[in-house]
């Protein structure tokens, strides 16, 4: 971990991060986030991981698939590395505390803020009168996420850095609102050669599972032979690597690769570079098709075993929300008291 968090009061790191289950897993959810998920875990830190099923119903799910995206999300982090006990892995939905904290972050952020939301834009598109009313309030419950367990510290892709500082934004109002120092701010941790991975098909747009083209991503389902053949098939242009990282500048597609290459290697894309200036793609790309099923296929490998047994995996899911809870919980009782709600029940 690089720097202290900046705030007068000093909160224990604590790291948190979520996925969506909207869709398999893709080659930029593993190098962007779950990969470092497990750097972070076997660094000692205290990490809790989750699947955002509630984010996921911002857009439609049919519901059979949601389950199995979420249990196979679930096997996809635990084959990646992610240890259920000594990270605290767990389905959103299972922890009520997320919605609560959500519904009175809606009251602090503000309409303004929430419509400068890039992605909410782009998933909009022109279609802003029909999408649902939580695709524009995700973000307002992404904060929630992040901040019922005051987490300082949350690993993310480039593209999330928007909504931690929207997060940032909720807590600094809440805290000066309420005239207390409740909630960190929390820092994004954005490192490595892979926190933007393009499409396979298009250099200049983000891998997505929710793109039509199933060519432009790598799943983490997918075959060691579908994993060489997308290689061998991505967009490059004709040019030989050039010998310094800066010929790359112009070259998005050739780009991409290279960082692809550098982060599945630990690498520095300058490294990669040097042992392949001059190279085309043509050797380029089978080396890097043979490092991708070398790093891939083990984990493709254990999440299918893993996926024999969905019980199993249903009860990892509701241990970590029974741990994720009892940190919750408190903190979200102690925000109700900040607020002036009678809390007389217990
Ligand atoms: P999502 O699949 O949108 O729920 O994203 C889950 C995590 O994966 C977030 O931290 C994203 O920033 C990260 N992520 C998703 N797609 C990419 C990508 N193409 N490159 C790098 N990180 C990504
Ligand atoms: N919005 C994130 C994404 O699409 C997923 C997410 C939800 C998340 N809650 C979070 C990420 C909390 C980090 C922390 O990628």
Wanted: net charge neutral.
């Amino acid at each position: 971990m690089s720097e202290p968090v900046q705030t007068p009061q000093t909160f224990p790191t604590r790291i948190f991060s979520g996925i969506q289950p909207s869709g398999g897993l893709t080659l930029g959810n593993y190098l962007g986030a779950l990969k470092r998920f497990v750097q972070k875990q076997d660094e000692g830190i205290e990490t809790i991981y989750c699947l955002v099923d509630m984010h996921a119903i911002t857009v439609w799910q049919d519901p059979a698939k949601l389950r199995q995206q979420t249990r196979e999300a679930a096997a996809g982090f635990i084959a990646a590395g992610i240890d259920p006990v000594r990270s605290i892995l767990f389905n959103q939905s299972q922890v009520s505390a997320h919605v609560e904290l959500a519904w009175i972050f809606n009251t602090v952020a503000r309409m303004g803020w929430m419509s400068r939301m890039t992605q909410f834009k782009d998933k909009a598109g022109k279609n802003s009168e029909n999408v649902s009313l939580g695709l524009f309030a995700y973000p307002a419950l992404m904060a929630a996420d992040i901040l019922a367990y005051k987490a300082t510290h949350v690993p993310v892709g480039e593209d999330q850095k928007q909504h931690i500082e929207l997060t940032r934004d909720i807590a600094a109002k809440f805290n000066n609102d309420y005239g207390v120092n409740f909630f960190p701010i929390t820092e994004p941790v954005i490192e490595g050669a892979a926190t933007r991975v393009m499409s396979l098909r298009d250099g200049t747009k983000k891998m997505s599972k929710s793109d039509p083209s199933d060519q432009s991503r790598i799943n983490l389902t997918d075959d060691a032979d579908t994993i060489a053949k997308k290689f061998r098939k991505a967009k490059t242009d004709s040019e030989p690597l050039p010998s310094a990282l800066d010929g790359l500048k112009d070259r998005p597609d050739a780009r991409n690769l290279v960082n692809i290459y550098a982060a599945l290697a630990d690498m520095t894309p300058q490294a990669v570079i040097a042992e392949y200036a001059g190279a085309q793609f043509g050797t380029f790309k089978p080396a890097l098709a043979d490092l991708a099923v070398a790093k891939l296929s083990p984990i493709t490998t254990k999440m299918s075993d893993l996926m024999q047994d969905p019980a199993e995996i249903d009860r990892i899911l509701g241990e970590g929300a029974a741990r994720a809870d009892a940190i919750a919980r408190p903190i979200v009782d102690q925000v109700y008291d900040i607020i002036g709600m009678i809390r007389s029940r217990h």
